[in-house]
């Protein structure tokens, strides 16, 4: 491991997360195919902004893609039980300087985004995985 990843990671363990580095390097992961997905369907091929939401949706697309019917177990082995846990990675992530986000974006836009046993249940298609309504917030 080369100095500079050694100090980021020598950064995040600092943070005292539960999570271990795999995670860490999963959601970098599934962001890039979160937004290369997003920027095939923009209509003008321009990068954007990914919002936690669909960070989350296309993380457990990544997941399901790279681990199958044991992504659940995988992302549980890395404590990663809840969207929430996505959110916390993110963050972790943007104060090591690894990412960035806007004014607006917030924890609040990771919670309660899907539920694991819904998402990760024995429907494995996608037809499982939709946003908690948050129209009542």
């Not at 390097?25 to 369907?41: K, Y």
């Not at 919002?51 to 296309?58: A, I, N, T, V």
Request: net charge negative.
């Amino acid at each position: 491991m080369n100095g500079e990843i050694s100090l980021i990671w020598e950064r995040i363990h600092a943070l005292q997360r539960p999570y271990p580095p795999a995670a860490y390097v999963f959601v970098q992961a599934g962001l890039r195919h979160t937004a290369d997905r997003l920027e095939r369907e923009d209509e003008q091929g321009e990068t954007r902004h990914v919002s936690g939401q669909e960070l989350c949706l296309g993380l457990r697309e990544y997941a399901i893609h790279e681990y199958g019917h044991l992504a659940r177990t995988v992302l549980e082995s890395w404590r990663v039980r809840k969207t929430e846990d996505f959110g916390r990675i993110v963050f972790d992530l943007v104060r090591v300087g690894l990412l960035r986000k806007t004014e607006e974006d917030s924890m609040a836009d990771f919670q309660g985004v899907f539920q694991f046993d819904e998402a990760f249940g024995s429907g494995l298609d996608g037809s499982n995985a939709q946003p908690a309504d948050t129209s009542a917030l």
